[in-house]
């Protein structure tokens, strides 16, 4: 019972810890679509973008 149940809960933080990425990488791709930005600048501008454009780094 006990190790069925820490085996799930490493599974699932297993399944977090691969789609995470996935998920960032692919907003990531539709924000510089949505931009227009997508083959116009380069990925280090491009990420620069991204992480600027949070609420944190607008003060």
Do not use: C, D
């Not at 977090?16 to 990425?21: G, H, N």
């Not at 692919?26 to 931009?35: D, H, L, V």
């Amino acid at each position: 019972m006990l190790k069925n149940f820490f085996g799930g809960k490493v599974a699932i933080l297993v399944t977090m810890a691969f789609s995470l990425p996935r998920l960032i990488a692919t907003n990531f791709y539709e924000s510089m679509k949505i931009q227009g930005t997508y083959g116009t600048r380069s990925t280090a501008q491009n990420w620069w973008w991204w992480l600027s454009s949070e609420p944190r780094f607008r003060e």
